[in-house]
């Protein structure tokens, strides 16, 4: 039976997923990490979107995005899962299917949960129980945020500044924010973020399929 066709809007607010099949592992050493990386920074100069928050973890990638062009996003990922497809046979003689099926997108509302929805995306790895705190780990936007490290491929979260008007006084607020049950509650549906831009983005998606 065909796939139906993605819908993914220009302009619009996506949780993107990507997960390696059967549950493998996409990433064996930090150089596996790295190497995507720099496959997403090579690829995003000539697809170019904004990315706002990001986690890698060991068999699956999270990012929170908007994108410019539907069309654009679509071909920027399909070239960062063949390319890193292609290294990671080369280097560990990998045989077979690589990623599970095509890219998961999410619509995520642009309203007050935003900012949590990015932080939840952070703290994976301590619901994983890779690290017993989350600004030890090194492959997520977390230490952006929270440290200020510097990191050419995000777009600071449009509502990372109204948590206060001084640098670190935001860090720390973003440090000790608490993930409001809303937030958890609808991670994995369809639509993310509050009840009321769950109903809009609902509404968008409808609209554009009739």
């Not at 060991?58 to 990012?63: K, Q, V």
């Not at 619509?107 to 935003?114: A, T």
């Not at 670190?168 to 607020?173: D, L, P, S, V």
Request: net charge positive.
């Amino acid at each position: 039976m065909p796939r139906a066709p993605r819908l993914l809007l220009s302009k619009s607010f996506y949780h993107i997923i990507t997960r390696g099949n059967n549950k493998n592992k996409t990433f064996k050493a930090a150089a596996d990490y790295l190497a995507y990386l720099d496959l997403f920074r090579k690829y995003k100069v000539d697809h170019p979107f904004d990315l706002y928050h990001y986690c890698l973890m060991p068999n699956h990638t999270h990012f929170l995005i908007q994108t410019h062009s539907s069309d654009n996003f679509s071909s920027f990922m399909k070239k960062l899962n063949l390319s890193y497809f292609y290294y990671y046979k080369r280097k560990y003689d990998w045989i077979g299917h690589f990623w599970q099926d095509r890219f998961k997108s999410q619509p995520v509302g642009k309203d007050d949960y935003f900012l949590q929805c990015g932080k939840y995306i952070e703290l994976n790895p301590i619901r994983a129980n890779l690290v017993k705190r989350v600004e030890d780990y090194p492959f997520s936007s977390y230490r952006y945020y929270v440290l200020g490290e510097d990191n050419d491929l995000i777009s600071e979260d449009f509502t990372f500044q109204t948590l206060s008007r001084d640098l670190e006084k935001r860090r720390q607020i973003y440090r000790e924010m608490i993930i409001g049950e809303i937030v958890s509650n609808t991670y994995k549906k369809k639509v993310w973020g509050s009840k009321k831009q769950r109903y809009n983005e609902a509404k968008k998606i409808s609209y554009h399929i009739s």
